[in-house]
């Protein structure tokens, strides 16, 4: 199926089938579950969502990262059909099929590092992050786990344990898994100014030495480029420095690419961008299936197989289907254009957000690689976050047909991860739209 990529707005948003249906859900889905946008989608192909009542919205934000190679592509849609027709479920630790095994082939050849690479799949990024925690306390009989300010991993108890923000994610959750560290992060933005990756590392590392002690650590998990907390970009240096000290003291050096992986930043992985920079595990999501579920670690063969057979596992992990969209995905990323494209949509969008930032005050600082891009907001000539700022401009994109999504611990960051399959025109447009918005506030 196509839709054309246009965006056209032919009812009030929402409109009222949206409406009728919200309705019908508040009666029936838990409160707890939140909508930022009470628009019904219904159908969607490249960067085109068309809701239940025909208005059709530029997505902007590739549910969270997920369709990088855009809506309903083509070849992920006629790998799953094949699939679901042929073999949906034996369950992998039962009795394997191939495609698991192919998207392993193809996977570990593009995370960063040369040496011998292992992966095995999950079906969300939180069960990834578990899973590798899982991993590294097994391949180093250590327990004690170190995460960073502002990181977000996941909604299970351990995840949970892992993020900065305990609200949302675990206020009244309790009790939280035990043996999680947070330790400073490097934030550019707000860190004292002229503070190097290298001190901002040191500052870190002297902290876990005094809260845990190295000896103590299984491993270390780190968004290379922070996600939900708002596209933080460490400073250069920061993960090679940690990763020194994790090479040097035993442990697991683990980057989370759950957002950032497969080439949303212009490289396989935003590991990549950090010269020197050779994590010993990667978890993966999101992006690896154009939407099916499908997460996975890919890493050093010697740590993946440190646990014993039957240790990992789960009945719906890499199912058929998920993995064949996988190897969809993965194939036409190897056939080339994709990383480029990501490059092309990070210079669209940096040179039209810098642009507005020299216009608008409020526009604090515009951060990201590749089609991975964010804006954080302040109050006009303070470092004061301006969330009001973002959720009126979230407010007037919807309204006006672009699902865009905020993120940042102090909820000030617009972020930018379209799908790499969106045109020029669309992404002009609906930074036209965010323009217009930016302009309204001014007023
Ligand atoms: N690690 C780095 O970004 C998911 C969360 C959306 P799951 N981020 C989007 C929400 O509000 O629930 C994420 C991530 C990083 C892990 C995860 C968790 O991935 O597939 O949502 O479990």
Redesign the pocket.
Known sequence: MTIEQKRNLVTAIPGPNSIALQKRRMEVISAGVGTALPVFMDEAHGAILRDVDGNQFIDMGSG??VVTIGHTNQRVVEAVQHQVAKLTHTLFTVAPYEPYVKVAEIITRHTPGTFKKKAAFFN??????ENAVKVARKATGRTEIAVFDHA?????NL?MSMNFKMHPYGTGFGPLAGSVHHAPMSYPFRDPEGMTGEEAAARAITYLEKRVGASQLAAVFI?PI???GGFIVPAKGFLRTLDQWCKANGIVMVA?????GIARTGKWFASEWEEGYEPDLI?V??GIAGGLPL?GIVGRAEIMDASHAGGLGGTFGGSPTAVAAGVAVLEQLEEGGWLERSLEIGEILTTRLIALQAQYPIIGEVRGKGAMQAIEFVEAGTMKPNSQAVEELVRHCHQNGVVILNAGTYNNVIRFLPPLAISDELLHDALDVLAAGLEKLAQ
């Open positions: 969270i990262g969300s990024g939180a069960e990834a992050v977000y991993h996941g909604r299970t995840t968004e922070q996600g939900e989370d690419e759950v957002q950032s978890t999501a999101k997460s």
